[in-house]
Nanobody, 115 residues
């Protein structure tokens, strides 16, 4: 059974930081493309960051320079370090694992940036 379990969301003031984690189980972690997406109220889900096949990381323009995605293969966990958070970063953040036709989502974790 495939599971992606996110954690680390919460309420933070503008300019603050959070680190999200996504623990994966039931998949061959190293062959899946891992990514982070987010969905704000009444908006479509959008890509935040994703590992490329060459090992580099793609970031959405809106988070470039503020967010950093990393992973620990031994722990089958990916992270999203979010710095200089803005109110417009408020959303539910989802972890995604993709390999060919296989596509899995976590349950999401709420991030709220507000003073």
């Amino acid at each position: 059974q495939v599971q992606l379990v996110e954690s680390g969301g919460g309420l933070v003031q503008p300019g603050g930081s959070l680190r999200l984690s996504c623990a994966a189980s039931g998949i061959s972690f190293t062959i899946y493309t891992m990514g982070w997406y987010r969905q704000a109220p009444e908006k479509q889900r959008e890509l935040v960051a994703r590992f490329r096949s060459d090992g580099s990381t793609h970031y959405a323009d809106s988070v470039e320079g503020r967010f950093t995605m990393s992973k620990d293969n031994a722990k089958k966990t990916v992270y999203l370090q979010m710095n200089s958070l803005k109110p417009e970063d408020t959303a539910v953040y989802y972890c995604n694992a993709n390999y060919v036709a296989y596509n899995y989502w976590g349950q999401g974790t709420q991030v709220t940036v507000s003073s």
